[in-house]
């Protein structure tokens, strides 16, 4: 790993894309602060700022941290528009477990975006009606003047969104099958992973690498193997996660943990 050097809270860098945290508030912060100086700048100009949102445990912390500027700084979520990696399907957008309901309870009902401007695939429609709609999806975020940044987690099997091995750099918005292994890991979410959907509608490679910047974020050691694989490894469609080496505006945002792998 080259440029290896250590400041306050970042151990090491290399080439400022990859940036390795001790502390997780820490990392969390680091990436809110980024999200909220899109967000002013935006709002200096007059303009909004699309923001392109994961779910999951990884970015927890951030949207705690974007909910205390609220309250604590006066950060306003009124120029924001929102588009969400993904949704299980089917699942209906009350049920606990879905990513409306995580959206809600973790970020949107503690800020004051305008629910209009908050855009999460819709886990409720029928088969036949699902391209049609995630082709709209697309034209949507292309219409706002495409992804100021886009916000990412990592699953094990290497997806980013559910875009699981096999997933092409040129896929879209589209419905999909989860792969075991994720399935295995939301089961603690459903009670059981006979309970988990098998199929899920996410926004595709190309969607996510087309966003301004990309941010993917990975905390805790069970990460440590995909993320070696996802930053170091060959580029392969087995692992999604690796099709972001390609871009220049990505960064890697890390815990101690989940860069122990990554040769130094
Ligand atoms: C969630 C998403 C997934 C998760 C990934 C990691 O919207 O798109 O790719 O980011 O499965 O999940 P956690 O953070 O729970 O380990």
């Known amino acids: 790993m080259k440029d290896l050097f250590k400041t306050q809270d970042i151990t090491y860098k290399r080439e400022d894309a990859i940036k390795v945290y001790s502390d997780k508030d820490v990392a969390s912060a680091y990436v809110a602060e980024r999200i909220a100086k899109i967000i002013k700048h935006k709002q200096q100009i007059g303009e909004r700022a699309i923001i392109g949102l994961a779910t999951g445990s990884t970015p927890k912390g951030v949207y705690r941290e974007l909910v205390r500027m609220h309250k604590d700084e006066g950060l306003s979520f009124k120029n924001v528009v929102t588009f969400n990696l993904d949704e ?6 009350v049920d606990d477990q879905s990513y409306m309901s995580f959206m809600k309870s973790n970020l949107f009902n503690h800020i004051d975006i ?14 036949e009606g699902i391209q049609a709609y995630c082709d709209l999806y697309e034209q949507k975020i292309v219409d706002f003047g495409g992804l100021d940044i886009q916000l990412l987690g990592i699953g094990r099997t290497g ?19 989860l792969n075991d292994i994720t399935r295995e890991d939301a089961k603690d979410d459903f009670g059981g992973k006979e309970k988990v959907p098998t199929q899920a509608i996410t926004m595709g490679v190309q969607t996510i690498t087309q966003a301004k910047e990309v941010i993917l974020m990975a905390l805790s050691q069970r990460k440590a193997e995909i993320i070696k694989l996802a930053l170091e490894g060959e580029i392969t469609t087995d692992i999604p996660a690796t099709f972001l080496q390609k871009l220049r505006h990505v960064e890697y945002i890390l815990d101690s943990e989940a860069a122990s792998l990554l040769s130094r």
């Open 88 to 93: 299980y399907y089917p699942i209906l957008p």
């Open 114 to 127: 305008d629910h209009c401007h908050v855009h999460i695939p819709d886990g409720t429609l029928s088969l």
């Open 159 to 177: 997806h980013i969104g559910f875009n699981e091995p096999g997933a092409i750099l040129e896929s879209k918005t589209r419905l999909v099958t």
